[in-house]
């Protein structure tokens, strides 16, 4: 499994977070939530995606795709304002075959929220960051 290093929003230490973890990652000096983000590919995606014990925003892009490229900031930024409330995971279609046929993925990007292992929410195509936290923000609200 994949580690990312993340700095810690509140005290800006530097964190090891890995890809797929019982639990939600929080600072090891101040113990508040990081922001958790992490990428999947068809041998991976379930225990990444699907195991978590959190919201799962899962973004299905490709890197030749110029909204893609747009989109992630804005992804990014939505899984930091949430941590500890959500999981960003990235899926480059071009390298999950497996993953974009069993979600019919038509198009990139296709982001999609997966809770308990499930896809409760699914949307198609690039949104400003505001969109993309109302979307999540809706859902988070509606399922508590």
């Not at 508040?32 to 014990?53: H, I, Y």
């Not at 999950?96 to 409760?120: C, H, N, W, Y």
């Not at 109302?134 to 609200?141: A, M, P």
């Amino acid at each position: 499994m994949d580690t990312m290093v993340i700095e810690c929003p509140n005290c800006g230490r530097k964190n090891r977070v890995p890809a797929a973890a019982a639990g939600v990652p929080q600072c090891g000096h101040c113990h508040q939530p990081l922001p958790w983000m992490a990428e999947a590919g068809d041998d991976d995606f379930p225990d990444v995606a699907e195991r978590a014990n959190i919201l799962v925003l899962v973004d299905m892009w490709a890197t030749w795709c110029g909204p893609c490229r747009q989109v992630s900031p804005a992804l990014e930024q939505v899984a930091r304002d949430l941590a500890g409330q959500v999981k960003l995971v990235k899926v480059d279609v071009d390298k999950a075959p497996k993953v974009s046929e069993r979600f019919t993925i038509q198009a990139v990007p296709t982001l999609m929220l997966i809770r308990d292992g499930k896809v409760v929410a699914r949307r198609a195509g690039a949104a400003p960051a505001s969109a993309l936290r109302s979307w999540v923000d809706d859902f988070l609200r509606s399922a508590a």
